[in-house]
């Protein structure tokens, strides 16, 4: 099962582009050659040397000439993206009276080594996120707007990278990743999405967009701004789910839980669950599309993605992600420890401690020697008695509350006992004095 994320086309023979682009290369070395009569009135020459190409084209348009301006844009095209102008690993070409050339040694990779350059008239910096992390500037067109990928696309790029002291530190075989997943980092693909197809570009990067605080071993140290060569080489259309194969699927799930996995151990942990997402969506696509039922290694990818997810979630606070994850997990496979263990965690700092306890206890009865499982456990069962004698105290305190005041003692302040004696007194007079009447 392959972990790269697009297939590799298969060689075929060369086509009416590349050969003509074979001959728009060849022109360019012509235009080069040309510099060796200075006295010339070649426009392409001048007492310094040749004109840049770029330069070139600008005075073609100005001047009307249309064609040929074209022809020696298709040469800029060729050139750089065959490397001959930018490329620091590549040989350098000594021009020599007569027209003979002869190579110089090229420098070692990792040497020092510029980005090429072009004229400042023909392309200024553009600047992406408006905070001036991201420059962006267009060394050769690409074929058009249209050309441009669109999410979920897939693209083949190749990356050249250089420090700020022009140390080359990226030389690679072109990538392939799909566009908005995350799968590169952060300056290709945010530049990637904005670029034509064959455009040649270079993009300065903050180092929170290249290699970060960690920095890239043996050559970019931490918080390094980049500046990178991008050639988007060929644009991909999404991958129709309908028609994928499991195979093919799989491959492609197994490189965004690799991708998450890397970024989890560099504690980008946002990004890390941004990769195990984008392969559950895979999987889940791929089989709603086909109508299908998960097949063990469908099932088996599966868990290991929502195992990861789980674990992702919990480090940026995303307990429901993370305890929906794992119960997924369960449903397939109930004695899945890591799952277990897990849903025991999540759980305890829900305050679910019942179900916390329950998990826990199962994953220690699966493996009764993992330390950390029976250390895990005993401290949700601590945290359980606590919560308890908690609520109990609580329902005292409630209880106690209810109980009826007891009555007040009456007060012997105030006027109205005084006059109750005064009454009894007036009553006790008044039958004495009828008595006396009676006899009388």
């Known amino acids: 099962m392959s972990g790269e994320v697009l297939d590799t086309p298969h060689a075929e023979p060369p086509t009416n582009d590349e050969q003509s682009q074979r001959m728009c290369e060849t022109r360019a070395q012509q235009v080069i050659e040309t510099t060796s009569a200075p006295a010339s009135n070649d426009p392409a020459v001048t007492e310094k040397g040749p004109r840049p190409l770029a330069e070139l084209c600008q005075d073609q348009v100005k001047e ?96 050249k990278g250089y420090l700020e002291s022009g140390k080359a530190v990226e030389y690679s075989h072109p990538y392939k990743f799909i566009v908005g997943d995350g799968d590169v980092i952060q300056a290709w693909d945010l530049a990637a999405s904005l670029m034509e197809r064959r455009e040649v570009a270079l993009v300065k990067a903050h180092p929170r967009l290249a290699y970060g605080e960690s920095g890239k071993q043996p050559d970019v140290p931490p918080n390094a701004t980049v500046t990178f060569e991008l050639q988007l080489l060929e644009v991909y259309d999404p ?16 490189a965004k839980c690799s991708r998450g996995n890397d970024l989890f151990q560099k504690k980008d942990y946002e990004r890390a669950l941004n990769s195990y997402c984008k392969g559950r969506t895979m999987m889940e696509r791929y089989l709603s599309e086909q109508h299908l039922e998960a097949s063990k290694a469908i099932k088996d990818m599966q868990i290991r993605c929502w195992n990861n997810l789980a674990a992702a979630a919990v480090k940026v606070g995303e ?82 509350t209810a109980k009826p005041e007891k009555p007040q003692s009456p007060s ?19 039958g004495i004095a009828y008595y006396f009447f009676q006899r009388h």
């Open 239 to 254: 991958i129709d789910y309908s028609m994928a194969t499991e195979d093919d699927t799989l491959a492609h799930v197994n």
């Open 64 to 159: 009307g000439e249309e064609v040929q301006a074209s022809q020696l844009h298709d040469d800029l095209c060729s050139t750089l993206l065959n490397g001959s102008f930018s490329d620091p690993t590549l040989s350098d070409t000594t021009i020599h009276p007569g027209g003979s050339d002869s190579a110089k040694e090229s420098q070692p990779e990792g040497s020092a080594g510029k980005p090429p350059e072009t004229d400042e008239s023909s392309s200024r910096w553009v600047d992406v996120l408006g905070n001036g992390q991201l420059m962006k500037k267009t060394i050769c067109a690409g074929e058009g707007p249209s050309s441009r990928p669109t999410p979920e696309c897939s693209v083949k790029m190749k990356v």
């Open 412 to 430: 012997h302040k105030g006027p109205i006992p005084y006059l109750a004696v005064a009454a009894s007194v007036a009553a006790v007079g008044i």
């Open 319 to 400: 307990d429901q992600e993370a305890l929906k994850a794992v119960q997924n997990v369960l449903k397939w496979d109930p004695n899945n420890i890591k799952a277990l263990f897990r849903c025991g965690k999540i759980t305890a700092s829900m305050g679910d401690y019942a179900t916390a306890v329950e998990s826990l206890q199962k994953a220690a009865d699966l493996s009764p020697d993992e330390k950390f499982i029976q250390t895990e456990l005993q401290s949700v069962i601590k945290k359980r008695s606590k919560s308890i004698e908690d609520e109990k105290a609580l329902y005292r305190r409630m209880i106690g």
